[in-house]
Every structure is written in C-alpha cells, then in structure tokens.
C-alpha cells in the first residue's frame, strides 16, 4: 500500500493496464493472473517450465512472484504476457540498477544475481532458459518490431503525460471550486 500518492502513481498505473491490454492484444486473450485460466498459465509456467525454482537464482522458495522480464512500465514497455512473465523470489524480484540508477534489463539483473550468489557457472543454463520460454516455448512473446515498440512507447508517454496533467487539472478546479463555493 503507498504511504503517498501522486499523480506520477496514477499515471504508471495507467501505463500497466495499456501495457496489459497490448499483450492480451498479442495473446489474444484476457490474461488475468489472479484467476481463473491466466493464473493456472502462471502455475504451469511456474511448475513445468521453472521447475517451481526462481528463474534468477534458482532457489525454491515458498512463494515465488511474477516478474516481467522486460519490464512492465515507462522505462522498457514490457508487454503483461505469459512469454514475458516468469516466477522470482522475492528477493530477486527487485530489479537491480546500474551506476546511472538505470533498471538493469533481465539479462544484466540474472548476471549481477549469479555474480552476487557467487554462481556464474549457472548465468549460461538459466539465461538460456529463460530465452526458450521468451522465443519458442509454449507461450512465447511476441516479437514485435521496432514500429510496434515505437507506437506502445509514444503512446505509453502521451498517456503517462495526460493523466499527470489531468490530475494537476483536477486539483486546480477543486482549489477553484473550494474557494468559490466552500470556504465563503
């Protein structure tokens, strides 16, 4: 639960139902992973193709997480989809940054996690798992191109600026109306 909200948390939150809605466009249906079918997927990803083990680190642990491989919001526009999810633990849930305090993409944070773990020796064979799943396994990610990731990019921006801008708006014509009406 956020202590604070600003407009900034709106419009991200916005950006992950567009990314979302892009890549049940791509699935060609609703991936919900709360429920029903979507959340079986998950489980199937989790147990058959991850061997209920962290994708990073390759630990079991008791409950492992959906991470997006290419991450879902305004840095990478990561699409919400089956071939762009895989089970973490918690703690490598949380992306690593580089020196510039830039998310690292998958393949740096899976090789910064083995550096970490000292166990470099495992980097190759979970990569090399983690790319099957993205490029030939059963729920592959699509493969767009650069039109289609320039077009989710402008559009992710233009709604990333218009709901912040709506929500200054918003505020504005409250203060307006408070002043005028209210506090009289």
């Not at 699935?27 to 990803?45: E, L």
């Not at 166990?119 to 650069?146: A, T, V, W």
Request: net charge positive; with cysteine; hydrophobic share 30%.
């Amino acid at each position: 639960m956020a202590i604070y909200n600003t407009s900034s948390d709106s419009a991200n939150t916005a950006i992950r139902a567009f990314l979302t809605k892009v890549g049940e466009y791509y699935w060609g249906k609703s991936f919900n992973t709360g429920s029903g079918k979507s959340k079986k997927i998950f489980q199937q990803i989790k147990e058959k193709v991850f061997e209920n083990k962290c994708a990073y680190c390759g630990n079991k642990a008791f409950k492992l997480q959906i991470e997006h491989l290419i991450m879902f919001n305004r840095t990478q526009y990561g699409l919400h989809h089956p071939g762009n999810i895989v089970p973490a633990c918690q703690s490598c849930n949380k992306r690593r940054r580089d020196d510039s305090s830039n998310y690292l993409n998958w393949e740096e944070h899976l090789e910064q996690i083995c550096r970490e773990n000292n166990d470099l020796n495992s980097f190759f064979e979970r990569k090399k798992k983690i790319q099957y799943h993205m490029q030939k396994g059963e729920f592959k990610y699509p493969e767009l191109n650069e039109a289609e990731k320039h077009a989710i990019r402008v559009i992710a921006n233009s709604l990333y600026e218009n709901i912040k801008t709506e929500s200054d708006k918003a505020l504005k014509m409250y203060q307006e109306l408070d002043s005028a009406f209210v506090k009289r």
